[in-house]
Structures are given as C-alpha cells and as structure tokens.
C-alpha cells in the first residue's frame, strides 16, 4: 500500500501501518490496535507483478513467484488473525455482539468451480486461504468470532486491470460498489456462516 494514500486519522479513523511478512510488525500493530476488534477485513491479494503475472502452463510455475502467492494470499490474512485473535474474543457469551474475521479471496480458489485450469499460484494460494479459514472458524467459534472468505466480484483496480479487456463491462465493479456489498454481506452474517465462502451479493461458493 501507498502510505500518502491512506486516510487522513480522525476522531474515527486511524491508520496504521504493518508488515503482515514480518512478526515484530505484527505484533506492533496488535499493541496499536488496543485490546478490542470487532472487524478484521484482510483486504490483501496479489496476482501479478511489474515482472509476473498468472501461469498459464505448469511449466511456467516458479518456485519464488508461488512461495511468494502463498505469503501474501495465505499466510499474510492468517497471521494477521492471529495477531489480533484475543482482541477479537467475543465470549462464550453476551453482551459483546460476534466479532468477524473477513478475508478477501476469488472464485478461482474453489476446488469444484475450476472448470478452466492455470493460475497455479494464485488459485491454489486463495484455496489455502479457504482451508485456513474453515481452521479458524473451528477454533474460533468458542470465543464467537465468525471467520469466512469473501469473492468481491472483478473489481476495477489494479489487480484486475491486465484482465479487463475480457470482462463484460457490467461484470467490472467500481472499488465503491463492491466495498458496499461486501460490507452488506458482513453484516448480515451470523455464526451459522462461519467457515463459508460467500461472493458479493452474498451467495455461498463452494470450496
């Protein structure tokens, strides 16, 4: 992220800066978050580079360039919820509502909707991410924290811009609209969708 692009801080909004590679980071950024967290959205994914981009063969797989989709897609979403997984600690019950553990991912992570193959990098890292999900939705549920994944739809950012070309043009969400239905979709979450995969206008994927 581009730090002079982040929000002005507010009496509501304080932005604060972490390294989801680097424990020492992490652990700075859960003292700065303080000892209550009611939303964790993992808005991280990476798909291509200035360099690299999704593998269209298996001879094109490269050891780094997979290890690395797995750190970021994976590994960053999960030791971030590890980072902040007592301040997320609802209970066994009431008053404090269910807090929420959201992780971005993609379609093309589930195993039963890959009709098309390739992407070995990226598909098989956002899969990690479900199976890392369902983990922590087991684990977490005695402290009711809700923990699913969430496809945003093809959104029009720099992740999907070498892609766009071949997207219906009311298939490509504006950042804006698909920020809201996500949100939309976290809200309506209860416990019973915990460990799910859902796109954006909240309807289940299948792993």
């Not at 950024?29 to 303080?34: C, D, P, Q």
């Not at 066994?92 to 509502?97: A, L, V």
């Amino acid at each position: 992220r581009d730090p002079s692009k982040a929000p002005r801080p507010t009496d509501r909004v304080k932005s604060l800066k972490v390294d989801l590679s680097d424990d020492a980071s992490l652990a700075t950024f859960a003292e700065a978050v303080g000892p209550r967290c009611d939303v964790l959205v993992n808005c991280v994914g990476l798909l291509h580079d200035a360099d690299r981009g999704p593998e269209r063969s298996l001879d094109a797989v490269d050891r780094d360039w997979l290890l690395t989709n797995f750190d970021v897609n994976c590994a960053g979403p999960l030791l971030a919820t590890r980072a902040l997984r007592k301040a997320l600690d609802a209970g066994r019950k009431g008053p404090r509502p269910p807090s929420v553990v959201a992780s971005l991912s993609a379609r093309v992570g589930s195993l039963s909707d890959n009709g098309l193959g390739g992407w070995y990098s990226y598909r098989a890292s956002k899969a990690a991410l479900h199976m890392a999900t369902i983990n922590c939705a087991i684990e977490l549920k005695r402290q009711r924290t809700i923990c699913v994944a969430l496809h945003p739809g093809t959104t029009d950012t720099a992740l999907s811009l070498p892609f766009q070309a071949r997207v219906n043009p009311e298939k490509l969400f504006p950042a804006e609209f698909s920020a809201g239905q996500l949100l939309d979709v976290v809200n309506g979450l209860t416990e019973e969708h915990s460990g799910g995969v859902f796109d954006w206008a909240g309807e289940r994927i299948e792993y």
